[in-house]
C-alpha cells in the first residue's frame, strides 16, 4: 500500500468560521488544515468528521493528559476526567456548542479560561476539500495564563498529529 503524503499546515485564522468574533483580544487563537483524503471524509456529518479527528489520541497524548490532570486538580480547574464523564453533548472532553453542515464548535468554560475550537470543512478546495481547526483561549486570571504558555507547544503537537492520523486514516 502505497504511503499517503499527509500535510498538515498552519493558515490564518478563518474569518468565516462561527468563532472568528472571538479572535480579537484572545491568548492563543490559532489554526490548522489537511486536506480530506477521499470522498467520504468530504461527506461526513460534522460530529462523525469531529469525532474521528478528536476521537482517539495516540499514547504519548493521553500520557500527556494523565499528567495535566495530576497538576491542575492542585488548582481546582476541570480535569479531562471530570470533562469526559459529563453528559451534556460532547465528544471526548469537549463539549458540542454548535454544529451546521461544514462547521462544528466544540469547547469548555473554566474558572481559569474559556476555549473554543471550530472544525471547519471546506468542500471548495483541493480535490475532496480540506478541514480546518481553528483554537481560541481567552484566559480569566494568571492561573489560565500561565496554563496557555505551559501547553501552549503540547497543542500545537497534538491538533497537527490528530488532523495527520484522521487523514491517513480516511476519516475512516
Do not use: W
Given at each position: ?11 490564518d ?11 480579537q ?8 488544515a489537511?486536506?480530506?483524503?477521499n ?6 456529518d ?5 469525532r474521528?479527528l ?6 504519548w497524548?493521553?500520557a ?8 491542575v ?5 476541570k480535569t479531562a ?5 459529563k453528559?451534556d ?14 462547521e ?15 472544525v ?31 501547553i501552549?507547544p503540547?497543542h ?6 490528530s488532523?495527520a492520523?484522521?487523514?491517513?486514516s480516511g476519516?475512516?
Open positions: 500500500m502505497q504511503e499517503m503524503n499527509i500535510v498538515v499546515r498552519a493558515v485564522l478563518p474569518p468565516g468560521a462561527s468563532i472568528a468574533p472571538l479572535y483580544g484572545s491568548n492563543l487563537a490559532d489554526a490548522y489537511v486536506a480530506l483524503p470522498r467520504q471524509a468530504q461527506q461526513l460534522m460530529e462523525s468528521l469531529a474521528k478528536l476521537g482517539s489520541q495516540p499514547g497524548a493521553q500527556l493528559m494523565l499528567v495535566r490532570d495530576a497538576i486538580s492542585l488548582f481546582g480547574i476526567k471530570q470533562m469526559a464523564a453528559r453533548g460532547r465528544i471526548g472532553i469537549f463539549r458540542i456548542y454548535s454544529c451546521s453542515d461544514d462544528i464548535i466544540l469547547g469548555e468554560d473554566d474558572t481559569h479560561l474559556d476555549f473554543r475550537l471550530s471547519l470543512r471546506n468542500k471548495e478546495v483541493g480535490r475532496y476539500g480540506s478541514v480546518t481547526v481553528a483554537s481560541v483561549v481567552h484566559c480569566h486570571n494568571r492561573v489560565g495564563r500561565a496554563y496557555i504558555l505551559l501552549r503540547f500545537k503537537m497534538i491538533v497537527q498529529n488532523l492520523r484522521a487523514a491517513r476519516f475512516a
